[in-house]
Every structure is written in structure tokens, then in C-alpha cells.
């Protein structure tokens, strides 16, 4: 089992910045992927950010590209995603998720991760 703890969640105006932060602890290994998913009140659920832990590439949603940054902390098994230039579009619960067996193809589908946070709120104002 992996838990994952998610902080950083917030309230700020349009062209603000957040830093979420994601920390998994349990049973993990050095090959996991760590991903963002925001879920916007009467939407589905949508792919943000995604890290391959042990190679360090990265993978974002076009809506975020340029505005966003996901990386690892220096704490262990814990990671950050930055979001500059935030917009009410933004707005959403914010899903931390992982995973230790899935496929680089995968790494943008929700389904393909089996452990999740408990989501926190991100709310930009216009």
C-alpha cells in the first residue's frame, strides 16, 4: 500500500501562484510515477501533470504548459507542482496520484493509477 498526503491548496486571485506539494509514503519503490488530476464542481475528472520518478521525465496538460512545473523535492518520495499565472479555470479539487506498475503511455489516465490522495481545493478568483 501507498498513502499519499497532499497540502498546499488555497484560495488566490488571477495571475497568482500555489505550490502543492505531494509526499507518498508506504510501500514504494524507485520506479513509481506520481501524477495531478483536477476535478472542477459538475466536470470530470482531467489530467494536469505527471512524473516518471525514476527518469525524471515529465508530461503536462496542454492547459497548463508553461504555467505549471511538477518536480521532486528534496524530501524523500515527495514532489511539488507550481502553478504560475493561475486562471478561474484553474479552479478544482486537486487529486495527487501514484502508481508503481504503470506504462509511460499511461501516464495521463486517471484509471491507470491505483493510489490516490484526499484531493485539496484550489480556487482562483477573477
Known amino acids: 500500500q501507498v498513502q499519499l498526503v497532499e497540502s498546499g491548496g488555497g484560495q488566490v486571485q488571477a495571475g497568482g501562484s500555489l505550490r502543492l506539494s505531494c509526499t507518498a509514503s508506504?510501500?514504494?519503490?524507485?520506479?513509481?510515477?506520481m501524477a495531478w488530476f483536477r476535478q472542477a464542481p459538475g466536470k470530470n475528472r482531467e489530467f494536469v501533470a505527471a512524473?516518471?520518478?525514476?527518469?525524471?521525465?515529465?508530461r503536462y496538460a496542454e492547459s497548463v504548459k508553461g504555467r505549471f512545473t511538477l518536480s521532486k523535492g528534496n524530501e524523500r518520495n515527495t514532489a511539488y507542482l507550481q502553478m504560475n499565472s493561475l486562471q478561474p479555470e484553474d479552479t478544482g479539487v486537486y487529486y495527487c496520484?501514484?502508481?508503481?506498475?504503470?506504462?509511460?503511455?499511461?501516464?495521463?489516465?486517471?484509471?491507470?493509477?491505483?493510489?490516490w490522495g484526499q484531493g485539496t481545493q484550489v480556487t482562483v478568483s477573477s
Open positions: 496520484a501514484a502508481d508503481q506498475t504503470i506504462i509511460t503511455s499511461s501516464m495521463a489516465t486517471a484509471h491507470a493509477y491505483d493510489y
Open positions: 508506504g510501500r514504494t519503490s524507485s520506479r513509481f510515477f
Open positions: 512524473l516518471n520518478w525514476s527518469g525524471g521525465s515529465t
